[in-house]
């Protein structure tokens, strides 16, 4: 019940594009839903997070969009760029302190 | 840049060596966490600490020592160690706020190598 399935795995996009990334979780206790990304030899760090009131939030050119009732979430990259080149991890919260990270995905933006 | 602070960057150990991995925080957090991460895998919760007192143990091996000596540090003892035990360290904090986001700020790690 604790699982998070993350999809793709990796993902190759031309600088401009727009990778999307997805969530699916069963827990319906999750009450977080944060996206970090990882550079290689760097601990992850917060990208953007949102409630589960809400369906969507922007922050710059990075978008969640939140399904509750589909129990998914995704997030999307505007106008993407080499810089953006990590591993993508969703992190669900269960709980103050747990948070359930998906198995990652690899985006590389060529230029 | 990160912070949280994690020392040593790197750290060669053998089996029957005794080390330590070290993080700060000055950010007034209350909650400090160790992950474990693999290569090309997710971090993986090993411990919690909330106002200074374990809170989460996720059935780590007793090899793995965790300290709190207070809010701003947090320590991981190390002994015996496998080399399966290689990884990349995560020192994580947080405020431990029920019901609210809080975001959890990670340090840039720790890499252990064990031989």
């Known amino acids: 019940q604790q699982q998070v399935k993350q999809s793709p795995q990796s993902l190759i996009v031309q600088k401009g594009g727009i990778p999307i990334i997805n969530c699916a979780y069963e827990?319906?206790?999750?009450?977080?839903f944060p996206w970090y990304q990882q550079f290689p030899g760097k601990g992850p760090a917060l990208l953007i997070a949102?409630?589960?009131?809400?369906s969507e939030k922007k922050e710059g050119r990075f978008t969640i969009s939140f399904n509750k009732s589909a129990k998914q979430f995704s997030l999307h990259i505007m106008d993407s760029q080499p810089g953006d080149s990590a591993t993508y991890f969703c992190a669900p919260r269960a709980g103050t302190y747990k948070y359930i990270f998906g198995t990652g995905t690899r985006l590389k933006v060529l230029a | 840049d990160t912070e949280v602070t994690q020392t040593p960057k790197h750290l060669v150990m053998g089996m029957t060596n005794k080390k330590s991995l070290k993080c700060e925080q000055h950010?007034?957090?209350?909650?400090m966490y160790w992950y474990k991460q693999k290569a090309k895998k997710p971090p993986e919760l090993m411990f919690v600490?909330?106002?200074?007192?374990?809170?989460i143990n996720e059935s780590v091996p007793s090899r793995f020592s965790p300290e709190c000596p207070n809010s701003s540090l947090l320590n991981l003892h190390l002994h015996a160690l496998q080399p399966e035990d290689s990884a990349l360290y995560l020192c994580a904090s947080s405020h431990p706020v029920e019901g609210a986001g809080n975001t959890i700020y990670f340090g840039e790690g720790s890499w252990l190598t064990v031989v």
């Open positions: 827990n319906t206790a999750f009450d977080y």
């Open positions: 949102i409630r589960p009131d809400v």
């Open positions: 600490y909330s106002y200074e007192k374990l809170s």
């Open positions: 950010m007034g957090h209350r909650a």
